[in-house]
């Protein structure tokens, strides 16, 4: 079996201080620095790897004293994979699902919605599990009771954001089905945010053939609201 020839070329933004290599290794090029009044010549060396915490390869590339840590399979998807729609596609993936395996073969540019349902697919990536999931803050009782609380009160998200100490797009989450699925059934939530009664006024003069800007006047609502009622969108229907 004929052994691959490992290929180097320099990394965008580093040139001539370090390169990557089609087989995923990167090196640091020979280079001089100044040395007690004189200069000292440092060989290339292969560096060491280390892992984020999400498993993937990364490294610290330092350019005018200061370090910065890379990805080395973005590393050799700058260097040797072409990107069909570098406009669209950010994300470098790992066709046998190994993270470590940063050989070019292994590596093609994609979106975040294709890396996602890759990763979902062969179960890379796990959906969210409520209070199960290192990154949740709260309880799947206390996400129950959000869930059910927006959807036949209207308390306003940000009292419950306060309440609970969270980000109001943790409550925003948890209402548009993303989080916390296991424990509401991921059905999302359109709220309304003005009242029953007030939605019933709209109705009402809507029925009577009232001009949508009196009615704006009248009942102190928006120009799109009346009209998303008056469509029968987002939960608001006539009674007719």
């Known amino acids: 079996m004929t052994k691959e020839i490992e290929e180097w070329r320099d990394i965008?933004?580093?040139e001539g201080l370090y390169q990557v290599s089609n087989l995923g290794r990167v090196k640091s090029c020979n280079k001089k620095v100044k040395h007690r009044g004189g200069f000292k010549t440092y060989?290339?060396?292969?560096?060491?790897q280390g892992d984020d915490r999400d498993g993937y390869k990364i490294l610290s590339l330092c350019k005018e004293g200061k370090k910065h840590t890379k990805k080395v399979n973005r590393l050799v998807g700058f260097a040797f994979i072409h990107n069909p729609k570098p406009d669209k596609y950010d994300k470098v993936h790992h066709e046998?699902?190994?993270?470590?395996?940063?050989?070019?073969?292994?590596?093609?540019?994609?979106d975040n919605s294709i890396n996602t349902k890759e990763a979902y697919r062969v179960g890379a990536t796990q959906a969210s599990?409520?209070?199960?999931?290192?990154?949740?803050?709260?309880?799947?009782?206390?996400?129950?009771f959000i869930y059910n609380a927006c959807r036949d009160t209207d308390v306003r998200v940000?009292?419950?954001?306060d309440k609970y100490n969270v980000?109001?797009?943790t409550i925003s989450n948890i209402l548009a089905g993303r989080r916390y699925v296991d424990v509401t059934g991921g059905v999302?939530?359109?709220?309304?945010?003005?009242?029953?009664?007030?939605?019933?006024?709209?109705?009402?003069?809507l029925d009577k053939g009232t001009a949508i800007s009196k009615i704006v006047k009248l009942v102190g609502v928006s120009k799109s609201l009346v009209r998303r009622v008056d469509r029968k969108e987002h939960g608001y229907f006539k009674k007719r």
Do not use: Q
């Open 129 to 144: 599990k409520g209070e199960d999931s290192p990154c949740s803050l709260l309880t799947n009782e206390d996400a129950l």
């Open 12 to 14: 965008e933004g580093y």
């Open 43 to 48: 060989p290339e060396k292969i560096m060491s």
């Open 188 to 205: 999302p939530i359109i709220r309304r945010r003005i009242s029953d009664e007030r939605i019933e006024e709209v109705i009402d003069l």
């Open 167 to 169: 980000k109001r797009s």
């Open 96 to 110: 046998d699902h190994i993270k470590y395996n940063n050989h070019h073969s292994n590596l093609r540019w994609v």
């Open 158 to 161: 940000i009292d419950l954001a």
